[in-house]
């Protein structure tokens, strides 16, 4: 949980006396800093004198009920959670309780492990809510250009300072879309050879028969279709980087010269015998575990030694946690302006998926996603219903074998409605059923 557990104000509302005792129990045990109400309006003068964090409440109360005031609550503290107790469970009141604003929805009677990973989520959320509108670390964006203040992205931060302080070979190593290029960037052009050229080569990109070539140059005649003499890319960054990308592509021969390269710091052209020096940093990358290819014996160790003076590891997606609210809201303002509109917001249930999505194509996959969003969505606010369906599709948790097929759909149903706001279009849209039988499932549920 991201929140200081000692600073964390909870209104438990009950009025049973008993349920209330047994919560501030609960809650007071674990460090939470407990509030108390026998009744709605009780529970309104607290919200109005003290700052809250979360609200418990019971769904029915005399005079006026717990949905009442979970609607007050969302109306008027944007930034409280809410979670909805009852005795009598039912998909229906989970829907209404999830309409008014409700971020979670318990049974009686719940064990105590159950209480306090509902708080915990809804903690989490707030966290998540918090970050979105969080200002990004500015002086880090303009230095290096990357979008992201999570442990794992600051660690990365520091190493590109190190190596950018120094002269030795880079390798940059993640799956692919984490940014490895940036981080190149970064590198080059905080460290003294900024003023000087960078350049990027896809080894995987150039036919093997041209990336010498490529590399290198080449005379004028020294080979079908060479009509004229051609520097290469290494003699164009003469001063600057150089940045190998997809290093682990080159085939056997190409690894020997490019050996010889990082030893001599010189280059011979195609078709030619004179040497030519050079003063090139290399910064080489690879989404491949190039130490498993040199076991292998498909990637030589001399060379792996050479380039992997420094490493730095990109961090997959899916381990920065709230940095994907940032990168969201930074894509969003830049396609935004690209197609001069207001930028797009994303729901709670729309970043909950988002959050918990694997994100194979990492930062690139996320970009894109934004960027589809964008131009195919024409409501302000993007809920879950209109994320790709493979997003959309989570795996299930573990759970109890023995429950039936019937038991398995009911919560399935409840917890997808829960995600679209009660939304029983959206609702149906995402289970794969119309609206007539998604209210007859919940019907037959009560």
Request: proline share 3%.
């Amino acid at each position: 949980m991201s929140e200081n557990i000692d600073s964390v104000r909870i209104l438990v509302v009950d009025d049973s006396p008993d349920t209330v005792e047994v919560l501030e129990r609960t809650l007071t045990s674990q460090g939470y800093h407990v509030f108390t109400a026998r009744a709605v309006g009780e529970a309104t003068r607290i919200l109005e004198m003290t700052p809250i964090d979360v609200v418990i409440t019971d769904y029915k109360m005399p005079q006026v009920d717990g949905l009442d005031l979970v609607l007050y609550v969302n109306t008027n503290f944007k930034h409280t959670g809410i979670i909805m107790i009852t005795g009598f469970p039912s998909i229906g009141g989970a829907v209404q309780a999830v309409k008014h604003g409700a971020s979670e929805y318990i049974e009686k009677p719940f064990t105590e492990e159950e209480l306090l990973t509902s708080v915990d989520r809804v903690l989490q959320r707030l966290s998540e809510r918090k970050a979105v509108h969080a200002p990004i670390d500015t002086h880090t964006q303009k230095a290096f250009g990357i979008v992201g203040q999570s442990e794992a992205v600051r660690n990365v931060y520091r190493l590109i300072e190190r190596a950018a302080s120094t002269m030795a070979n880079v390798l940059i190593t993640g799956e692919s879309g984490t940014g490895k290029e940036l981080i190149a960037r970064a590198i080059h052009y905080q460290s003294a050879r900024a003023s000087s050229p960078f350049v990027p080569v896809n080894c995987g990109g150039i036919p093997e028969g041209l990336l010498e070539s490529e590399l290198f140059g080449h005379l004028k005649g020294s080979f079908t279709g060479a009509v004229n003499t051609r520097t290469g890319l290494f003699q164009a960054a003469d001063g600057g980087t150089i940045f190998l990308d997809e290093i682990s592509e080159t085939s056997a021969g190409m690894q020997v010269k490019l050996l010889r390269v990082l030893q001599d710091k010189e280059v011979t052209m195609v078709g030619d015998t004179h040497r030519r020096r050079i003063d090139v940093r290399i910064v080489a990358a690879t989404n491949k575990n190039l130490m498993t290819l040199v076991k292998k014996g498909r990637f030589r160790d001399d060379l792996f030694f050479r380039l992997s003076v420094i490493t730095i590891t990109a961090p997959p997606l899916r381990e920065r946690g709230n940095d994907i609210l940032l990168l969201v809201r930074h894509f969003a303002a830049r396609y935004a302006e690209e197609a001069d509109r207001q930028a797009i917001d994303f729901s709670e249930s729309a970043i909950r998926i988002m959050k918990s999505y694997s994100w194979p194509g990492n930062v690139r996959e996320l970009e894109n996603v934004v960027q589809r969003l964008m131009v195919m969505t024409d409501a302000s606010v993007v809920e879950a219903a209109d994320l790709p369906s493979l997003m959309r599709n989570h795996v299930p948790q573990k759970g109890q074998l023995h429950r039936t097929l019937a038991d398995v759909e009911a919560e399935h149903i409840k917890n997808v409605l829960a995600s679209v706001g009660g939304n029983k279009t959206q609702a149906a849209k995402i289970l794969g059923i119309d609206r007539k039988t998604l209210r007859q499932k919940i019907s037959e549920s009560k």
